[in-house]
């Protein structure tokens, strides 16, 4: 007897789905035991590159989470509503649920994660972070015996290609963004990728996996890339960097025995070295360095989308549902590394307490002094500086850049105020976080 699959959405990620189902040769035998039973999608007339069997496809989609047939939902439509009540229904209707919806989860896993216990279902979402890389899995299984230090992460392939493309041709954020538009690179609507959104939500799902607890998505800082200058990333590259955007999830070194759990969940665009594995990381893939003890650090790389890649993590899915239920898995007892069983929120320390190294660029006017007032102010507020140069001008206006020890947050944003009040200050156009 076949498990049956009711997917709902036929669209990128849907499709290949479909693909790697209907041609199961090859692949792993469970797949040969796994039948697309219903399809749910919003225009019956569109022209599709799957042949599906005749009269499965539907615009019905509560139909699909309510048949008594369908074992396992799969959402890939994407979007809030009524992706997120359709997961919802298929829960209390005793389906199991495998979706690539990564908006959904980080605003709803709550509501998601505690009625799929409660129904005694998985709710599955490996190509939710990192399309076709598998880390969801490992981060429940194979490193779940870690004490997880931090997961940082390049998760967004359209803002990784935007500042890689930035960096090789020496290109402007706007006048790239536009091209990489026209290519089918970026959204017509690109904020979701360029301010960090995207990444937010993909690191609130990261986090929480690897630091056993709920992550509020208000709570995870979040910085796009809009504000990242081709003057600074010809600086980072003489300084020894590249900035990428990173989505950061850390144990804070400032926790205490009070707050042991403080975590830094943040999205900004950062200067990394050349040497850290991070760096060397092009285009449109994904990668996320996860480090902890005893393993120290591993790295997770491949294409974060895609058709096929997406689908592979996708059917993954699906076949370790199957692998379950196939073993005798009983609902009412979920098998503890695939299900989700942390029910608290993790604490999320402020950005202000963040501990971590900075650049900063100056525009000053060329006065006698100008540096040794930055200096000054900088260590009226404890911020200890590991280099500053002045390396060229703006017109009259001369360019000092600065790169910090590491420093309190809150401690050099005191100092930014300071500064800026000084007269010899005409502005700050950039502020870079340094890993
Ligand atoms: P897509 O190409 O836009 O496909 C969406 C599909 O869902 C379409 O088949 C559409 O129907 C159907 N659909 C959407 N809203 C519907 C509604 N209200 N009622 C009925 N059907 C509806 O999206 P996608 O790129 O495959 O992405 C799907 C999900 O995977 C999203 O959550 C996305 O974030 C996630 N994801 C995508 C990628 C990727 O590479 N694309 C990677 C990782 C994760 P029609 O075909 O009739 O329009
Ligand atoms: N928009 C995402 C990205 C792809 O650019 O990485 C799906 O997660």
């Known amino acids: 007897m076949a498990f049956k699959i009711g997917l709902l959405g036929l669209g990128t990620v849907g499709t290949g789905t479909a693909q790697i189902l209907l041609n199961p040769q090859g692949r792993h035998p469970l797949l040969q035991e796994i039948e697309i039973h219903r399809v749910g999608v919003r225009d019956l007339d569109k022209s599709r590159s799957v042949q599906l069997p005749d009269g499965i496809l539907t615009t019905y989609l509560e139909e699909i989470v309510n048949d008594p047939e ?38 709803y896993g709550d509501e998601i994660f505690t009625a799929a216990n409660q129904a005694g279902v998985y709710v599955m979402l490996e190509a939710a972070v990192g399309g076709g890389i598998p880390v969801i899995q490992p981060l429940k299984q194979s490193l779940g015996v870690n004490r997880i230090h931090a997961v940082t992460g390049i998760v967004n392939g359209t803002t990784n290609y935007i500042l890689t493309r930035m960096q090789t041709e020496k290109g402007e954020f706007a006048d790239i963004l536009a091209d990489a538009q026209q290519l089918g690179y970026a959204e ?183 540096i040794g007032k930055l200096g000054t102010s900088f260590g009226n507020h404890h911020v200890s500086l590991e280099s500053i140069v002045q390396t060229g001008f703006h017109g009259t206006l001369a360019e000092i850049v600065v790169v910090t020890h590491d420093v309190r947050e809150g401690n050099f944003r005191q100092a930014l105020d300071e500064i800026r009040s000084l007269d010899a200050i005409d502005s700050i156009p950039s502020i870079l976080r340094v890993l």
């Open 70 to 107: 369908v074992d396992i939902v799969v959402e890939v439509m994407g979007g809030l509503e009524p992706a997120r009540t359709l997961i919802l229904k298929a829960i209390s209707s005793g389906k199991h649920v495998v979706t690539a919806n990564k908006a959904v989860i980080a605003r």
């Open 188 to 370: 017509a609507d690109p904020s979701a990728d360029v301010d960090g959104l995207d990444a937010a939500d993909k690191i609130a799902i990261l986090a929480s996996l690897a630091f056993g607890g709920r992550i509020k998505l208000s709570d995870v800082y979040c910085e796009g890339i809009r504000g990242v200058s081709a003057t600074d990333i010809a600086y980072a590259e003489k300084l020894g960097f590249v900035i990428k955007l990173l989505a950061i999830a850390k144990q804070d070194r400032q926790a205490t025995a009070k707050a042991p759990e403080a975590l830094q969940v943040r999205v900004h665009p950062t200067m990394v070295p050349l040497a850290h594995p991070l760096a060397s990381i092009s285009g449109v893939y994904n990668a996320i360095v996860v480090e902890g003890e005893p393993i120290g650090q591993v790295m997770f790389f491949g294409p974060g989308a895609g058709m096929g890649p997406t689908a592979s993590a996708v059917v993954s899915d699906i076949m370790n549902v199957v692998a379950v239920l196939k073993s005798g898995g009983q609902p009412a007892k979920l098998h503890p590394l695939l299900s989700c069983s942390h029910q608290h929120y993790c604490t999320i320390a402020p950005m202000q307490e963040l501990v971590t190294r900075f650049y900063a660029r100056f525009l000053t006017y060329d006065r006698p002094g100008v």
